[in-house]
Structures are given as C-alpha cells and as structure tokens.
C-alpha cells in the first residue's frame, strides 16, 4: 500500500517517510551501508532505490503520468544511486515520464557500461542483477513496454540515430 499525500500527490515509501530527517548537515559519503550505521541511513529521508517510482512503472494502469512526474521530481534527490538498480529505475521513470531518450539517457549508458567497464571481476562471472537492470530500462523505458489491464502495448522512446531497438519478450506462450 502506497500512502499518498494529498497535498502534494507524492506517494510516500512508508507511513512516516516524510517525518524522517533531511540529509543536510553533510554531504553524505557513499555508498551509504558502507559508511552508515544502518540506524543512522534509516532516520535520514533517503532511498537507494525507489520502490514507489517501481511501482508506479510496474503498475502503469493504477498512475497518471503526472504522478509519474511529480514523484520522480520528488526522489531522484533523496536516492542515493548506490546501487545499479537505482540507475535503472531512475531512467526507466524518466523515458517514461518525459517520452524522449534525453532524460534519463545519462543513467542507461551508465548502466549499460557496467559490466563492460568491471574487467577486474570478469572471470568471476557476469553481474545477472545489473544486466537485468539494464534490459529493463530497454524494454520498459526505451521500448515502452506496458501491461495495462491484461493487455501488451508498445510506445518507444528511441534515442536519436536510432532506427529500431530489438528485445524479446515471452506474453502469453508467444514469443513477441
């Protein structure tokens, strides 16, 4: 359950997200985890990934675009990035915000290079979790991929110089 505040529009993470304590009397160090007390992140009004702009990009049917907006206008400075997840759904929102490859392009091809950038980890394997996040901006962000009441749309966004962008997709037995 998502509590929405009806002021604003801006639905919070948590019952009590907006009563939590800014994070200004520093410039935090990141990652967070790694330099916090849990205890400490946990009073502070941050997120390392928003699970309400998830949501909102999950469940595109139950959110207005403007909602879409307003809360990314709202977390994209409370998120801390720590995380390749976060990149992800920060782009994804914004392609499907705004409707254009600008905003949000500098988070995917971030994103993307990560695992093409991380050779001193190569032999121990692919980052799956990071290449996942990378085909969700793809498919959801670039290729605007929606369920909306048990049906499949398309409404890309696709980046200047592009022509198409090519992804699978299982729906309903079919491969699309």
Known sequence: ?????????VYYAH???DDLVEWWDETPRHPLSQNYHPAVIFRHKVVQI???????????ESFERADLKRNLAYY???CTHDHPLSMSVMATAKFSAYGDFGNGSEEFLALAQLNLDN???ASEG???SWMSASWFTLAVGIGGVKVVQGSLSFRPCLPV???QCVF???WKGSTV
Do not use: Q, Y
């Open 168 to 170: 699978t997709i299982k």
């Open 126 to 128: 692919l980052h799956l």
């Open 50 to 60: 928003s699970e309400v702009l998830l949501a909102m990009l999950v469940h595109p």
């Open 1 to 9: 359950v998502l509590h929405r505040d009806d002021r604003s529009g």
């Open 119 to 121: 050779n001193k980890v």
């Open 76 to 78: 994209e400075p409370l």
């Open 15 to 17: 019952a009590h997200f």
């Open 161 to 163: 110089g592009w022509e």
